[in-house]
């Protein structure tokens, strides 16, 4: 049995992909750990669960990995095919359950701590900001929050955003841009330097 090659761009993650259809289980296991925390941090933007998102992502891999053999290089990456796996279960948890308060902390892996030296009225403040965030994005609508979750938490381009979510790039762009509103509408009170501060927008 050979080493697995560990992915580093298309050509590499394509080369293990072709070990793993041999039936090679390290290369499975390398494919696994390449991709893992990715399609964690997706599915966890998306159903607010760590359970949940724990299950959708063991979901995406078995499927993903069952129907390897169905992957073609040629139509997508297998990054955006992945990934339209996990969106697509996530849909499936979220129109069948009620979604509960975000873990913001774990949303976009952003960490908002005040700064030790802050007074406490900065510190409420702040907490407040944070809250109103935490209700701007739940209240978006889920084909907002996918796409929205999708370019900013996981750095995809329109074009790879509008194929995961079955739609057309310009769609894609204009989910964005709605998102992008609606959060900024809903912030303002807090100021937009706060919006751009924490989803770099």
């Not at 979901?59 to 993903?64: K, R």
């Amino acid at each position: 049995m050979t080493e697995p090659i560990i992915p580093a761009g298309a050509d590499e993650i394509n080369a293990l992909i072709q070990t793993c259809l041999t039936g090679d289980q390290t290369a499975y296991t390398a494919l696994y750990d390449h991709f893992a925390t990715g399609i964690y941090r997706l599915c966890y933007s998306l159903v607010f669960q760590r359970q949940d998102a724990e299950d959708v992502m063991q979901e995406t891999f078995v499927y993903a990995f069952k129907n390897l053999h169905r992957f073609d290089p040629s139509r997508a990456s297998f990054k955006t095919w992945l990934y339209t796996i996990a969106v697509s279960r996530c849909r499936n948890t979220y129109r069948r359950k009620r979604l509960p308060n975000i873990d913001f902390s774990q949303l976009f892996r952003l960490e908002i701590a005040a700064p030790r030296s802050e007074r406490p009225e900065a510190e409420l403040a702040r907490k407040a900001a944070e809250d109103a965030l935490r209700q701007a994005l739940s209240s978006l609508t889920p084909p907002l929050r996918e796409a929205v979750v999708l370019r900013y938490g996981h750095g995809l381009t329109y074009r790879e955003i509008a194929e995961v979510m079955g739609c057309p790039a310009k769609t894609a762009e204009s989910r964005i841009r709605l998102a992008h509103q609606h959060l900024k509408h809903i912030l303002q009170a807090h100021g937009q330097g706060l919006l751009e501060e924490l989803l770099s927008f």
